[in-house]
């Protein structure tokens, strides 16, 4: 599988914009991770791009992704990425992250909606002209993108600093990682200014 047939497995199953994007958002961050890891940006990118393809039909934490895993396998998917796609939510499928792309892909999913939350309360609505300490202040804003389960992300984030940096991954170099890895696509998130009000 490569990349074109996981967008056509998106494009599929998926019809939000908004949800076609987080997984953008995701699958930038995991490729960004995989090169300075030296792991497969490829593969890395799957996970990342594909994680919530079933969400829209399977709604549910009990269901997806356990459900939507199958339907990968038909198509292909290489094992490793559904791995890390059931163990994306481990309380609802049973699977147990083991792999450091499973630790990479928890670590970004969430915090890419505070980033983009954080952009899009801009009148710039550009993502490429956010700083991290725009999002750090965010973050401290507990009713600002209240779905962002702070301490998820700070406990996906410890796991996968543990698991695959030493230890040595902050939480904020990490936020700052994911910021870098989205500003890179910009444009495919629609967050370079497009959506900006014009004003006279
Ligand atoms: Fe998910
Ligand atoms: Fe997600």
Excluded at 20 to 28: D, G, P
Aim: proline share 5%; net charge negative; aromatic share 6%.
């Amino acid at each position: 599988m490569d990349r074109e047939a996981a967008l056509a497995i998106v494009h599929e199953h998926v019809q939000s914009p908004n949800l076609r994007k987080h997984m953008l958002a995701v699958e930038a961050a995991t490729r960004w991770y995989a090169a300075r890891l030296d792991q497969d940006v490829e593969l890395w990118g799957l996970a990342g791009l594909l994680h919530d393809f079933d969400w829209e039909r399977h709604p549910t934490l009990e269901d997806h992704p356990a459900k939507g895993a199958p339907i990968l396998r038909q198509h292909g998917c290489p094992e490793p990425v559904v791995q890390a796609i059931l163990a994306h939510n481990t309380e609802g499928t049973g699977v147990e992250r083991s792999a450091p792309l499973d630790f990479a892909l928890l670590a970004c999913d969430e915090v890419t909606g505070l980033i983009t939350a954080t952009a899009l309360v801009r009148p710039s609505k550009d993502l490429r002209e956010v700083p991290l300490k725009s999002v750090r202040k965010r973050w401290k804003e507990k009713a600002f993108a209240a779905g962002v389960d702070r301490e998820h992300v700070e406990r996906a984030t410890r796991d996968f600093s543990e698991q695959v940096y030493g230890g040595r991954l902050a939480l904020w170099d990490h936020v700052g990682n994911v910021l870098e890895a989205m500003k890179g696509i910009a444009a495919e998130l629609e967050l370079d200014g497009r959506l900006a009000q014009p004003s006279d």
